[in-house]
Each structure stands twice: as C-alpha cells, then as structure tokens.
C-alpha cells in the first residue's frame, strides 16, 4: 500500500513564505511525475506545479516566479516553496505521484490528504 503525507501548510501573511512537503512511502517500485495541486474554496482542483522524474518542471502561470518545485528522490519526496504569497493562493494544497508499485503492474495515480494554506492579508 503506497501512502503519500503532505506537511508544511499553515497561516502567513500575504508576502510570506511557506515550504510544503510530500513523502510518498510503501511498496514502491518507481515513481514517475510528482505535483502539486490547489483547491480553492468553490473552485475545481488546479495543477499548481509538476515535475517529471526526468528533472523537467512546469508552473502555473499564476506561480511562475514565485513558486519551486523539488524532489529528491532518493526520499521519494517532492517540495514545493512558496514564496511572495498573494490571498488568492488560499487553498487547500494536494500531493499526486504516479507510481508503479511493482515491474510488471500499470502506473496509478495516488493523492495525499491534502494540507491548508491560508494566506491573509
């Protein structure tokens, strides 16, 4: 059974600077890609950041600049560092990894339980 613990959400002012954390655990026997999603209050999920496991990245426009996202995979883990963060980024703020748990089975997709980031201004 494959898990994936998201940390790091909390209160900050709008310009501050938070760092979430994503550690998948289990029976892993690769992962693939690892993002971040957002869900806003009355809004769909968003991808918000992703990284490939062959070190490509991607962003929102609505982060670029301000967020990064990292893995180290030796950890099976991704960050994601926000800075310079705007009220709109209010959110709850969701792990997904692609994980193939063992050589022959398919990739499935898994979800962390999410964490809350509250940006006030």
């Known amino acids: 059974q494959v898990q994936l613990v998201e940390s790091g959400g909390g209160l900050v002012q709008a310009g501050g600077s938070l760092r979430l954390s994503c550690a998948a655990s289990?029976?892993?026997?690769?992962?693939?890609?690892m993002d971040w999603y957002r869900q806003a209050p009355g809004k769909q999920r968003e991808l918000v950041a992703g990284?490939?496991?062959?070190?490509?990245?991607n962003y929102a426009d609505s982060v670029k600049g301000r967020f990064t996202i990292s893995r180290n995979d030796a950890k099976n883990t991704v960050y994601l560092q926000m800075n310079s963060l705007k009220p709109e980024d209010t959110a709850v703020f969701y792990c997904?990894?692609?994980?193939?748990?063992?050589?022959?089975?398919?990739?499935?997709?898994?979800w962390g339980q999410g964490t809350q980031v509250t940006v006030s201004s």
């Open positions: 997904n990894a692609r994980i193939r748990v063992r050589w022959n089975t398919g990739v499935v997709d898994y």
């Open positions: 990284s490939a496991s062959g070190g490509g990245t």
């Open positions: 289990g029976n892993i026997f690769s992962i693939y890609a």
